[in-house]
Structure formats: structure tokens, C-alpha cells
């Protein structure tokens, strides 16, 4: 049974500061790692996506993958209240195209 | 831009009707998916399909069919809708199944069934 892993929060981070999202997972096999944004009512929007050991920066966002400890995290920098949403870490175990594994996802508030 | 877009925004059914879930996405994405998103129990995985004419189980299929006859278009089907699959009804595509597994999100379908 391939599991994801992240603390519901919900996570309270003041403005301007930096956010830190976690996430296990279970498979070793995996392969490809996702972090989506969702907000209330909507649906997942897909921020970034990590394939190599090591930090992969776009823009405020880092994703930081190590696959020894199968751990991969989201930093979010200069945080912003409009970062306020669920964020969900989703897994690939790599070939083939089966579906994404979700987490549950960590519940980020950014205080103004 | 990936588009995925979804029928119905909001559905209301009653128990025992057939219900049609239907997603089109317009990049010629070969993947596509049918996931239920539920409180406390998060993403879960209804059917894929990798082609068309194909279609695989994913996580959840029991009361589920889905059907692909072309490319860009990929149906759920409630065959008697139950109160326990009232839910939020999300549907996704990807590029490939050999790569690029990053999949994009229509607007979701809230059903409820009373």
C-alpha cells in the first residue's frame, strides 16, 4: 500500500516569513514528485514538480527531495496571504500511467 | 495552457439514477484520470485511462464505470447513484504514460445524491 504522509496543520506562518511543508512517503520505488495548491472550493493547481535529489527553485517556491529519507518538502518564501490554502504532496511510482498518490494535504495560514 | 474542463460545476441526483460525469481536456494529453476528493480522507483514485478504448481500476472503482471513446474525452458513470457517493468529482490529464506524470486539474463536479 503506497502511502503519503503530511501533517493536517493547520500551519500558522506570519507574513514575509518562509513556509515549510513536509511530506513522507512509502514507496521507494517512487519516482516523480508533485506539490499542488488547492484552495477552499476549488481544485488542485500544480505549483512544482521534482524528479532529482537536491533543491529545485521556481520563483518564492523550493521543493527539496532526498529519496534516502524518503522525504520531499515545499519552502515558500516571503509569504503572502494569498499563500493561504491546502497544500497536497502527490507521489509517482515511476512507469506506466497509473495515478498520483495524495497526501491529505497541510493546511497553510498566513498571518497578516 | 492545459485546459480541463468539466461538464457540471454542481449536480444534484436522487438515489438509483444514472449519472454522467463528463471531462475534456484539449492537449492531446494521452492520460486521464477520475479521482473523488472526501474530507479527512483526502485524493482517491476511481479509474484511468491511458488510451482510448482503455481503461484501468484505480483505488476506488466499486460503483464506478468510465468510458474513453475518443482521446480528449473521458466519461464517469454512476450506473445507481448512493447517498455515499455524494462528493467532489475531479478529473485530470497527463502527457504520457512514459513521462511528464505532472497532471492537471478541471474544476471538479460537486454531486450530491439525495
Known amino acids: 500500500q503506497k502511502e503519503v504522509e503530511q501533517n493536517s496543520g493547520p500551519l500558522s506562518v506570519p507574513e514575509g516569513a518562509i513556509a515549510s511543508l513536509n511530506c513522507t512517503y512509502s514507496?521507494?520505488?517512487?519516482?516523480?514528485f508533485f506539490w499542488y495548491r488547492q484552495y477552499s472550493g476549488k481544485s488542485p493547481e500544480l505549483i512544482m514538480f521534482?524528479?532529482?535529489?537536491g533543491d529545485k527553485e521556481d520563483g518564492r517556491f523550493t521543493a527539496q527531495l532526498n529519496k534516502a529519507s524518503q522525504y520531499v518538502s515545499l519552502l515558500i518564501r516571503d509569504s503572502q496571504p494569498s499563500d493561504s490554502a491546502t497544500y497536497l504532496c502527490a507521489v509517482h511510482s515511476g512507469g506506466g500511467a497509473d495515478g498520483l498518490t495524495f497526501g491529505k494535504g497541510t493546511h497553510l495560514i498566513i498571518q497578516p | 495552457d492545459v485546459k480541463v474542463t468539466q461538464s457540471s460545476r454542481y449536480l444534484v441526483k436522487r438515489t438509483g439514477e444514472k449519472v454522467f460525469l463528463e471531462c475534456v481536456q484539449d492537449m492531446d494529453h494521452e492520460n486521464m484520470f477520475w479521482y473523488r476528493q472526501d474530507p479527512g480522507l483526502g485524493l482517491r483514485l476511481i479509474y484511468f485511462?491511458?488510451?482510448?478504448?482503455?481503461?484501468e481500476k484505480g483505488d476506488i472503482p466499486e460503483g464506478y464505470s468510465v468510458s474513453r471513446e475518443k482521446k480528449e474525452r473521458f466519461s464517469l458513470i454512476l450506473e445507481s447513484a448512493s447517498t455515499n457517493q455524494t462528493s467532489m468529482y475531479l478529473c485530470a490529464s497527463s502527457l504520457s504514460p512514459f513521462g511528464a506524470y505532472e497532471q492537471y486539474f478541471g474544476p471538479g463536479t460537486r454531486l450530491t445524491v439525495t
Open positions: 485511462s491511458y488510451d482510448v478504448k482503455m481503461k
Open positions: 514507496d521507494r520505488g517512487s519516482q516523480s
Open positions: 521534482i524528479y532529482s535529489n
